[in-house]
DNA sequence: CGAGCTCGGGGGGTTACATCA
DNA sequence: TTTGATGTAACCCCCCGAGCT
């Protein structure tokens, strides 16, 4: 998103800035509000959203963007545009204060909007461009605003998961240094009395692996893919899950 | 039919601001 | 009042799939 969004759009800015994506402009709006840097050019906004200073232009479509030639990608591209425009005048009133300065002004969502979006993520956690612009218009937000919150959504999602599958693997490695630590001892006990290892410990350690309600231990020719159950349909291994189940080993 | 291109959208990572202890 | 931690809105960059030429 950001400039890529306005370089395919078709909006340039004035500024003898090459058109082709693989000579995309090192200067970027964020560029332009640099905070310590005066930009050399501001860009603001009257009131019938044209823009001064910046020259914001529809780019030919001779240029890099092929013609649009059916109705719906017509469609998509107006819309496209509109979306632009708004996100620009966004930029302009999110990054300009009153004072002029240009720290990024960050909004707060209402707890009633946020509850919405929530209930909206609970059944969907993507969103389509019609539900978009309802939600938007619903929770009186850009469009823009509810894509972001459900990318953050999702990223939110994504790390708690993250957390708990890691909690999930320590524990699971706790209990194998514990269940390791006990066979370590077990071997010793044995080898002090002289007894010869039983049977399992001079099986490979794959093998040793599976659980033994498969009755599958030591068969080295039955591999995981060649094993059929009673309904005749292939089944996969049954490894045992020693955070599940401890003691089986 | 396949190659090349555009476009939209998702993920990962980061930044900056708001809030709270 | 200040400060560090935390939450999160907004952003950038990259990648991928769909659709079109």
Redesign the pocket.
Known sequence: ?????I????LVLGLGLPS??DQ?PCL???DLF??GSEPSLTLTLSADQSVDHVNLQPQDSG????????T??RE??V??EEEERE?MA??VC??EDDDGS????????SKAQ?ALLEESFKQH?????KH?QELAKELK??P??V??????????T?LKQTEVDCEQLKKCFETLTEENRRLQKELQQLKSLNFPPPLYMQLPAATLSMCPSCERVGGATTGPTADVDDNGSKSKPHFYNLLTNPSAA
């Open positions: 998103m950001g400039f890529d969004d370089h395919n759009s078709g082709e994506p995309r970027k709006l964020d640099e905070k240029g890099v963007s092929s013609p649009c030639n059916g719906l990608k998509r591209k819309a496209c996100r966004s930029r999110t990054y240009n720290g990024r002004k960050k909004l707060r969502l946020s956690s993507t969103l389509n461009p978009k937000l850009r823009r605003q894509e972001v919150w459900f990318q953050n959504r999702r990223a939110r994504k």
